[in-house]
């Protein structure tokens, strides 16, 4: 919760306007592909029993956010059952606790009177959460020594348990990082002094504020727009505004080149792979942060692939469907406008485990040459 819900000012209440359909302007010589989607060979059959579990967990991924259940209550017992079998960990964890609690409880004292020297704990570098003077006045500071405190016996109790998968280590750990970032007092109206002060210098009307801002939020989120604030980037203008055109589109994606920004560029083209859950302009979202110019103002031809957002029309596109019409069409397109060229093809997060799996079999066989 940021301090004292911070306001906004409210423009004029106007119809949403409507996204343009493609950022990017596509050139009339891109050429079409006739869509290749997986005809579902199931529609005029009776569902199978498959059918229910896959929506019932399509159902529950909706409301779950696509976080499984089961998969966290594995990392947890995993976690658990290490733990209780570990009686050092117990013992070490039982007195870090211990020494902790006997150091706060002699602190206590000198803060209620003034002199809050040499607190059990301080913040981590870098985490402005308490940078307030409010937080060093008593009782506020004894209540950030106690999530303090708590915060660092819970890091401690979710690392080096003996005999946890790293995996189940990692997972436990971030959740519990999750939970106190929470349920920190920066978070809490009315254990937060910056709060607490701007609620008794404006009367109430900072709360009144924000739940306004909820609600609009809620509106938002239940009408499908974009967030608050979105607007002011509009994508052309604001962001993603390196000069471009498709110039080849199929039925999962268009393949964006990108003007040259110099009198001589490289012979060997780059073709960047965002990965699916990604807009290809992250890479190109401001001047001073863009990818994508940095690239052509050094001279390097580039390419990037946008992906379609997809709908129940490909509930039967598959990750070949992505390797065949995504990455390789893309490369084919890409050898068809420099001929003769080997591509450094760039995959980014996921796209880059999957390009490298997916292309390696064509690796020694493609006559223009590439390389990821």
């Known amino acids: 919760m940021e301090p004292a819900m911070a306001d906004r000012k409210h423009p004029a209440r106007q119809p949403p306007r409507r996204p343009p359909p493609r950022e990017v302007r596509p050139s009339p010589n891109a050429p079409v592909v006739p869509s290749r989607r997986r005809a579902d060979s199931r529609t005029t059959a009776m569902p199978g029993f498959a059918t229910f579990d896959r929506l019932s967990r399509a159902m529950f991924a909706r409301i779950s956010q696509g976080v499984s259940p089961l998969a966290v209550a594995d990392a947890w017992t995993d976690w658990a059952l290490h733990l209780e079998l570990a009686l050092g960990k117990q013992e070490a964890l039982a007195m870090r606790a211990a020494t902790f609690l006997l150091r706060l409880g002699f602190w206590l004292p000198r803060a209620a009177i003034g002199e809050p020297e040499n607190p059990p704990l301080r913040p981590p570098e870098g985490d402005r959460r308490f940078a307030d003077e409010g937080w060093s006045a008593y009782p506020f500071n004894a209540i950030v020594q106690g999530f303090?405190?708590?915060?660092?016996?819970?890091?401690?109790?979710?690392?080096?348990?003996?005999?946890?998968?790293?995996?189940?280590?990692?997972?436990?750990?971030?959740?519990?990082?999750?939970?106190?970032?929470?349920?920190?007092?920066?978070?809490?109206?009315?254990?937060?002094?910056?709060?607490?002060?701007?609620?008794?210098?404006?009367?109430?009307?900072?709360?009144?504020?924000?739940?306004?801002?909820?609600?609009?939020?809620?509106?938002?989120?239940?009408?499908?727009?974009?967030?608050?604030?979105?607007?002011?980037?509009?994508?052309?203008?604001?962001?993603?505004?390196?000069?471009?055109?498709?110039?080849?589109?199929?039925?999962?994606?268009?393949?964006?080149?990108?003007?040259?920004?110099?009198?001589?560029?490289?012979?060997?083209?780059?073709?960047?792979?965002?990965?699916?859950?990604?807009?290809?302009?992250?890479?190109?979202?401001?001047?001073?942060?863009?990818?994508?110019?940095?690239?052509v103002t050094n001279g390097h031809t580039v390419f990037i692939i946008s992906w379609i957002n997809p709908d129940r029309h490909d509930r039967n596109v598959g990750l070949d469907d992505y390797r065949r019409h995504g990455v390789m069409a893309a490369l084919d397109a890409v050898s068809r406008i420099v001929p003769d060229r080997a591509i450094h093809a760039c995959g980014i997060v996921l796209a880059e485990r999957s390009s490298r799996s997916r292309l390696r079999p064509w690796r020694g066989i493609m006559t223009t040459g590439w390389r990821a």
């Open 148 to 295: 303090l405190i708590a915060d660092d016996w819970w890091r401690e109790a979710t690392r080096q348990v003996p005999g946890l998968v790293r995996r189940h280590e990692a997972e436990v750990a971030f959740m519990a990082r999750q939970i106190l970032d929470i349920a920190a007092p920066t978070n809490i109206p009315w254990l937060n002094p910056e709060i607490i002060r701007r609620t008794l210098q404006e009367g109430g009307f900072n709360l009144l504020r924000g739940w306004s801002n909820w609600i609009e939020d809620a509106e938002r989120l239940l009408a499908g727009q974009g967030p608050y604030g979105a607007e002011a980037f509009p994508v052309g203008e604001v962001v993603a505004t390196t000069a471009g055109k498709v110039v080849y589109r199929n039925e999962l994606m268009e393949l964006i080149q990108y003007a040259p920004a110099t009198a001589k560029v490289a012979a060997e083209p780059v073709l960047i792979v965002p990965a699916w859950i990604m807009k290809y302009y992250i890479l190109d979202l401001t001047p001073e942060t863009s990818l994508v110019r940095y690239l």
